[in-house]
């Protein structure tokens, strides 16, 4: 999809850090609600052409969001996320990992803290997110794993998804 919307996936192999800049062409509160509402999430947080799946979600501090990402065959990719702090409409953080269908977080796999930070820019809103990982292993791990072209196709899904709602 060709776009004039700003979109960084920035690398930063010193800080063991993504940082993720994204433009929406809608208002920040439409935004905010498709990241922190399961219903709206499971209509866009997974690469094409899988699909999520919430099973719990408790958004508050302290409260979790176990998801599943499920491939068409049915083969299904558990994560869990814990929100750390949030405060509406401007940021969330989180502390994310691969987990089983249980929730039990897998210790294998890298784990993140993810910042998250919404931001009016003119009429649009900017999302800009940094995700930091315990060290290069993991960092270079998610990106041989596919982070950016899985990113990107999941906020493509994003768009469409913000297209029909406003």
Not at 16 to 42: A, G, H, I, M, P
Not at 75 to 86: C, M, N, R, S
Not at 131 to 144: F, R, T
């Amino acid at each position: 999809m060709k776009t004039d919307l700003q979109f960084d996936f920035i690398v930063n192999k010193e800080k063991n850090t993504l940082t993720v800049n994204r433009e929406f062409k809608v208002d920040r509160q439409l935004v905010w609600d498709c990241y922190t509402k399961s219903e709206l999430l499971d209509q866009w947080f997974a690469p094409t052409p899988l699909k999520a799946k919430t099973k719990s979600m408790d958004f508050k501090e302290g409260g979790h969001w176990h998801y599943a990402m499920i491939e068409p065959n049915g083969t299904e990719y558990w994560g869990w996320t814990e929100y750390i702090a949030i405060k509406p409409i401007d940021y969330y953080s989180t502390l994310d990992a691969f987990s089983n269908e249980k929730g039990e977080v897998n210790p294998n796999l890298p784990r993140a803290k993810w910042n998250v930070n919404f931001s009016d820019k003119g009429n649009n809103t900017l999302v800009h997110t940094v995700v930091i990982y315990d060290s290069l292993q993991d960092l270079e791990a998610v990106i041989k794993m596919g982070m950016k072209d899985g990113l990107t196709s999941t906020l493509e899904r994003l768009d469409g998804l913000l297209l029909k709602l406003k």
